[in-house]
T-cell receptor
Framework: QQQVKQSPQSLIVQKGGISIINCAYE??????FPWYQQFPGKGPALLIA?????SEKKEGRFTISFNKSAKQFSLHIMDSQPGDSATYFC?????????????FGQGTILTVHP | DVKVTQSSRYLVKRTGEKVFLECVQD?????MFWYRQDPGLGLRLIYF???????EKGDIPEGYSVSREKKERFSLILESASTNQTSMYLC?????????????FGDGTRLSIL
């Protein structure tokens, strides 16, 4: 019930295209959904996050879409650039007494070709 | 900027050795976490700590222990290293739960057990 399932495992997009990564969860106690971006040789860093009281959050070229009834959320990268090539992780936090523990998805390796 | 420093980028050890991985954060965070990252499996939580001398098991604690004697330092211990513990290990820290605080990661230690 704690699992977060992420797809696809890898994604290749041309420069200027839209990258879409999907995540699904089962635990209805999750109340915070961050996305992390990881470049080779670096640790993951927070990219954007959403709470379930909104259906969409946009920051620049990055948008999270959230569907509470379907228990799914997705990351959209508009106008994808080669510099966006990285591994992306979705995650979920149950809040309450979870001590900020995150349950991570399996990761998506994004490659943007010039 | 928050800085989470892991003592080694690369480490090679022998089967059966006791291995120590060290992590230090400079932002006075209460929470600290140890993850391992394996391709296709995402980030899996090994142990976390929400206060000095306090520790909680994560999803995959078998074969590991932790120590947190000072607020800024969190150590991961492989009691008797085995080849299946070859992996990338990531340390993270955050403020306490409440407001869904982001986790800040170190750049990882790539551990090889021969």
């Amino acid at each position: 019930q704690q699992q977060v399932k992420q797809s696809p495992q890898s994604l290749i997009v041309q420069k200027g295209g839209i990258s879409i990564i999907n995540c699904a969860y089962e635990n209805t106690a999750f109340d915070y959904f961050p996305w992390y971006q990881q470049f080779p040789g670096k640790g993951p860093a927070l990219l954007i996050a959403i709470r379930p009281d909104v259906s969409e959050k946009k920051e620049g070229r990055f948008t999270i879409s959230f569907n509470k009834s379907a228990k799914q959320f997705s990351l959209h990268i508009m106008d994808s650039q080669p510099g966006d090539s990285a591994t992306y992780f979705c995650a979920a936090d149950a809040g309450g007494t979870s001590y900020g523990k995150l349950t991570f998805g399996q990761g998506t390796i994004l490659t943007v070709h010039p | 900027d928050v800085k989470v420093t892991q003592s080694s980028r690369y480490l090679v050890k022998r089967t059966g050795e006791k291995v120590f991985l060290e992590c230090v954060q400079d932002m006075d965070h209460e929470n600290m976490f140890w993850y391992r990252q394996d391709p296709g499996l995402g980030l899996r939580l090994i142990y976390f700590s929400y206060d000095v001398k306090m520790k909680e098991k994560g999803d995959i604690p078998e074969g590991y222990s932790v120590s947190r004697e000072k607020k800024e330092r969190f150590s991961l211990i492989l009691e008797s290293a085995s080849t299946n513990q070859t992996s990338m290990y990531l340390c993270a820290s955050s403020f306490p739960q409440g407001g869904n605080q982001p986790q800040h990661f170190g750049d990882g230690t790539r551990l090889s057990i021969l």
